[in-house]
């Protein structure tokens, strides 16, 4: 069982937005400003979408976007695209844990 | 910009050690910027974080993996290794090496080698 809650799966048709949630305690997600998000293929190493909550590193759209509101942080991937079809993982600083990763969600593009 | 490049044994008997190697580009391991990670992944399950290591030698671990993982650094020749011990069936996974940022982010990562865990 993963330390951070997400739901198993997401859809939506092209163009549309979905979010995605990540659900922890106060010991990670709901106590520090340190979760990021992965976007990961089929076969593929991971890649990094958001980090620190809601920023986003180089190279990656501003379709994708982060949020959190107590112990859930959230994901929205707007304007959907087919190429946007993949595995989202969140991951959290936990203190003396130190990570830890949701179980992820499989995102269909309808 | 950073690479990082996996290596290792793809086959791995049970009760066994479990022993990879990452090789580290475009940057050392002893520049202090970032930690230098351990990730998994069992096949058709998700990411399980196993550990990962400063350049000092400080190491941070999964408490579920802790008693059979060793992280180590080599500065030498720019790399980080794991070692897992006892392996079981449930050891099978894809695994990874990553860089982390001081807010536990993972931006670069390794393209993953494959270990089974089989007799």
């Known amino acids: 069982q993963s330390a951070l809650t997400q739901p198993p799966s997401a859809s939506g048709s092209p163009g549309q937005s979905v979010t995605i949630s990540c659900t922890g305690t106060?010991?990670?997600?709901?106590?520090?400003?340190?979760v990021s998000w992965y976007q990961q293929h089929p076969g593929k190493a991971p890649k990094l979408m958001i980090y620190e909550v809601s920023k986003r590193p180089s190279g990656v759209p501003d379709r994708f976007s982060g949020f959190k509101s107590g112990n859930t942080a959230s994901l929205t991937v707007s304007g959907l695209q087919a190429e946007d079809e993949a595995d989202y993982y969140c991951?959290?600083?936990?203190?003396?844990?130190?990570?830890?990763f949701g179980g992820g969600t499989k995102l269909t593009v309808l | 910009q950073v690479q990082l490049q996996e290596s290792g044994p793809g086959l791995v008997k049970p009760s066994e050690t479990l022993s990879l190697t990452c090789s580290v580009s475009g940057d050392s391991v002893t520049s202090g910027s970032y930690y230098w990670s351990w990730i998994r992944q069992p096949p058709g399950k998700g990411l399980e974080w196993i550990g990962c290591i400063y350049y000092s030698g400080s190491t941070k671990y999964n408490p579920s993996l802790k008693s059979r993982v060793t992280i180590s650094v080599d500065t030498s020749k720019n790399q980080f290794s794991l070692k897992l011990s006892s392996v079981t069936a449930a050891d099978t996974a894809v695994y990874y090496c990553?860089?982390?940022?001081?807010?536990?982010?993972?931006?670069?990562w390794g393209r993953g080698t494959t270990v089974t865990v089989s007799s």
């Open positions: 106060s010991s990670d997600v709901g106590g520090y400003n340190y």
């Open positions: 990553a860089t982390v940022g001081a807010s536990t982010y993972m931006d670069v």
């Open positions: 991951s959290s600083y936990a203190g003396s844990i130190y990570l830890v």
